[in-house]
């Protein structure tokens, strides 16, 4: 019976159902296939060179990148959030040093238009930062 493979969905009576057996063939075809390996921006993926350095390079660049888009287009508190996550997530790369470098900017347009409170909370976060390196 078609019921007998179908499961409300987290409980709920809403009218959304979990398909059990198609989640079990997609599951199984998964378990069988391989996934294709990513091939990085700037070069194809040879046999044998290890991705994982160079892919976390472009995602960080591209992290920093969208903060620097946010910042420009006024969004100010979207791109802090992605400065903070570069500073303190991914500490020692050169994409978290230009990222404590843009907040280092930005505390510096608080402290001259007269958001001093704000601009010490990145000071004192900053140095918070920089003591734990």
């Known amino acids: 019976m078609a019921s007998d493979t179908k499961d409300k969905a987290a409980g709920q009576d809403d009218g959304l159902y979990i398909d059990v057996e198609l989640v ?20 194809q993926a040879s046999p044998g060179k290890t ?49 404590a470098e843009s907040l280092l900017k930005l505390a510096e347009f608080y402290e001259n238009n007269d958001c001093q409170h704000t601009a010490l909370g990145i000071y004192e976060r900053l140095c918070g930062q920089q003591c734990e390196l």
């Open 51 to 99: 991705q994982g350095p160079d892919l976390s390079r472009i995602l960080l660049d591209r992290m920093l990148r969208m903060a620097h888009d946010y910042r420009q287009n006024g969004k100010v508190g979207q791109a802090s959030d992605l400065y903070w996550q570069l500073v303190e997530e991914h500490s020692g790369t050169p994409q978290a040093v230009e990222a």
């Open 24 to 43: 079990n063939r997609v599951s199984d075809t998964a378990e069988t296939t391989e996934p294709p390996q990513p091939a990085t921006d700037t070069e």
